[in-house]
């Protein structure tokens, strides 16, 4: 919370009940867990076509030319690790137009500080108490919250919630990268924002590490990066006081504003060549940019990093999307987009929340951007929930509305380009938002966190 006082916090928003999907297609999406991560961690191995693919981005982004040049320099000096961590969320929503089966369709895939797994685990907790304490007895309320998920039981209820385990498989990811690091007395390094307002989630996984693991922790800021750490002769990642950095999760470094100075990325550049497994590695970062979405969404492109079988799978869950700009046969899509604007999201190159083009906003946006500038965007398919009732609480307030949820599944990838040493899904996360609102970050302040209830 913004204050001089840094012991302040506010209550994470939370829905007070969870939101019902279909248990087929929430299952389907789990399923999708280690395809997702074999795809990440092909397309970034295949340089040639991931700097092709964002090479007219870069041209009008300058966020993207700089990572995609920071990955250039990195592969001209030579990789010191080849081992790569991927702690990944592929987010979908559920599309339910007309009397079509519902399914989920992706809505992106975070690569890199993919948040809110702690919370997202903690909510299941809050869910479960709350089915199990207010939807047990005989009294209107108890009545009620059955009647409204269709079951005849308070057992019924908590059979609904499937178990999830991101606060088990998360940290079990990184202290198995650590392992692999294979030098004692290291310690994991997480590289955070300034001012860090989300800090709690960031602390589960931290204390599951220690209590868990015994791998201790500690966070830095890219500019305290700058001004402490520095790597010996043979790569290592060495902190101010001779401390070896096994692994360095980046919950910062998604968005230009981490940015502020040269400082800033020359630390990243530091963290890159160094020794320390990085999770994500720049190449793993480029892999979540929209661009790359989009091109792996062309017909045949999968192809190239999987088998046909999964490549189907995968697609299946790909809801419309076009390339904008040179190159790209995009003049119908923008008559197209221009006339009926409420049936796209216009998309940047950007992480966190808070940068999409909805609605008439969509129209305009297109129409002020050059050929070059709309390098930088991608067109996707708007897709349609079915509304739900939901109780919504954030700064200690409730309120009930309707609104649809966005639904992340995590995974967690470690791997060396050649062998796969773990690929498992990592459990899930519900963010519920007002009927009405676009975007669906929780820390942006769009959405609250919820679960999911299996029908």
Not at 131 to 159: C, F, H, T, W
Not at 198 to 210: G, I, P, S, T, V
Request: glycine share 8%; with cysteine.
């Amino acid at each position: 919370k913004n204050s001089e006082d840094g012991s302040l916090a506010s209550q994470v928003p939370v829905a007070m009940l969870p939101f019902q999907i279909p248990a087929q297609a929430f299952h389907d999406a789990e399923a999708l867990s280690p395809h997702w991560n074999r795809l990440v961690d092909a397309v970034a191995r295949d340089l040639p076509w991931l700097y092709a693919t964002l090479e007219p981005a870069a041209k009008a982004d300058p966020f993207t030319q700089k990572l995609l040049q920071l990955s250039k320099d990195i592969h001209a000096e030579g990789l010191r690790q080849h081992l790569m961590l991927g702690i990944h969320r592929s987010d979908y929503m559920l599309h339910e137009p007309g009397n079509e089966t519902p399914r989920f369709l992706q809505v992106e895939l975070n690569t890199i500080a993919s948040s809110m797994a702690s919370h997202a685990a903690n909510a299941l907790k809050v869910h479960q108490f709350m089915l199990g304490r207010y939807g047990s007895g005989d009294d209107p309320v108890g009545r009620a919250i059955r009647e409204y998920y269709g079951v005849n039981s308070s057992k019924e209820l908590l059979q609904g919630l499937p178990d999830n385990e991101t606060l088990s498989e998360i940290p079990a990811a990184i202290a198995w990268a650590h392992r692999a690091y294979s030098t004692v007395g290291t310690l994991v390094l997480f590289v955070v924002q300034e001012g860090e307002r989300n800090f709690a989630d960031q602390r589960w996984l931290e204390y599951a590490l220690f209590e868990q693991y015994g791998v201790p922790v500690v966070r830095k800021t890219l500019c305290e990066v700058y001004g402490e750490a520095k790597m010996d002769a043979s790569g290592r990642l060495l902190l101010a006081q001779g401390q070896e950095v096994s692994v360095v999760y980046f919950r910062a470094g998604y968005t230009p504003e981490d940015y502020y100075s040269d400082a800033t990325w020359q630390a990243r550049l530091l963290l890159e060549r160094s020794l320390a497994i990085k999770c994500p590695s720049v190449d793993y970062q480029l892999v979540g940019a929209k661009k790359v979405q989009q091109a792996l969404a062309r017909k045949d492109a999968l192809e190239r990093f999987v088998g046909k079988t999964e490549a189907a799978k995968l697609r299946h869950s790909f809801a419309g999307l076009w390339g904008l700009g040179h190159g790209e046969d995009d003049a119908e899509i923008i008559e197209l987009a221009c006339k009926e604007p409420e049936t796209f999201v216009l998309k940047p190159q950007r992480e966190g929340g808070g940068n999409n083009f909805y609605g008439k906003d969509v129209a305009v946006k297109l129409k002020e951007l050059s050929t070059e500038e709309l390098g930088a965007y991608i067109l996707m398919q708007r897709i349609l929930p079915k509304l739900q009732t939901s109780v919504m609480t954030r700064a200690g307030a409730a309120q009930v509305l309707p609104g649809v949820s966005e639904f992340g599944f995590y995974s967690v990838y470690l791997g060396d380009g050649q062998r796969s040493f773990l690929s498992e899904h990592a459990g899930h996360l519900v963010r519920t938002k007002a009927d009405g609102v676009d975007e669906g970050g929780v820390a942006a302040g769009y959405a609250v966190i919820s679960s999911p209830f299996l029908k």
